[in-house]
């Protein structure tokens, strides 16, 4: 099959299409390389990999490496969230202690006790719109948004329903506090580039 073939294949059986036969199909088109690739309540949404991106998102790993053992903090790592065919690939995740994969292979959205977004330009709308519903839906216990853009952090904390009842911001160069949060400790944005 060509790509041309798999694409009108993609665009015909949408209704009946499954998360797996999604992602299955793009890993067979020719992506670019360092691009991201997510689902977003079935839209097909690919993103760049700029320098700034991967400085903030190492930065939050690394700080995050304190605490937590290696095999619990996750980038760019496929879980499907609740909702119409969500399969994001969060900039960082971490997984609870004792978390398994399913059956499928993929880690379970009912593990996931961190997530955080880095803005890009072409996909902002999906981290403040669809992705924090979904993470709020899938009670992810604490969701930080890292907006190179605005130069500032959200950080949105106690999901109840499709919400989040608490939404803290700071600037780049305050500390965010997480203390008090399933994370646990304080992560610093001195060093957080902006666009």
Do not use: C
Not at 32 to 59: A, H, N
Not at 129 to 143: H, I, L, R, S
Not at 159 to 169: F, I, L, V
């Amino acid at each position: 099959m060509t790509v041309l073939e798999d694409r009108i294949a993609m665009a015909k059986s949408d209704d009946e299409i499954t998360l797996d036969e999604m992602f299955e199909q793009i890993e067979k088109m020719p992506a670019p390389e360092g691009y991201k690739v997510e689902i977003v309540e079935g839209t097909v949404f690919m993103s760049p990999q700029r320098d700034t991106r991967w400085e903030i998102i190492l930065d939050i790993v690394e700080q995050l490496r304190a605490k937590y053992p290696r095999k619990r903090v996750k980038s760019d790592v496929r879980v499907d969230y609740p909702g119409h065919l969500n399969g994001f690939a969060s900039d960082v995740t971490v997984m609870a202690e004792g978390a398994a994969k399913n059956e499928s292979g993929l880690w379970r959205y009912q593990d996931v006790e961190f997530v955080a977004e880095v803005i890009s330009k072409g996909t902002a709308a999906n981290d403040y719109g669809p992705k924090k519903t979904a993470y709020a839906v899938a009670e992810v216990p604490v969701y930080l948004i890292a907006d190179p853009y605005q130069r500032r952090v959200r950080v949105y904390t106690h999901p109840q329903g499709d919400s989040y009842t608490t939404e803290t911001r700071v600037d780049f160069g305050t500390a965010v506090d997480l203390t008090t949060t399933t994370v646990g400790l304080t992560l610093t944005t001195d060093e957080f580039p902006s666009d």
